[in-house]
């Protein structure tokens, strides 16, 4: 099943890599079901200058289950 997940923000300096776990605690889904995900878009959300976020819209699958 593919879906979009759109508007989730990581602090600029934390890593990418912490956005697979940051989709499984969104989602409610353990690690092992997502099955792939790719970033269709990124944004920087800098209305705050001490508080700067990056904006994510991703894909993912999902098991059909």
């Not at 300096?13 to 792939?36: K, P, T």
């Amino acid at each position: 099943m593919r879906l979009r997940l759109t508007n989730l923000m990581l602090p600029v300096l934390e890593d990418e890599q912490s956005l697979q776990g940051e989709i499984v605690r969104r989602l409610g889904v353990r690690d092992a079901d997502l099955l792939d995900w790719r970033i269709l878009r990124k944004s920087l959300d800098a209305r705050n200058r001490y508080d700067l976020q990056f904006v994510y819209t991703l894909q993912l699958n999902l098991p059909e289950d």
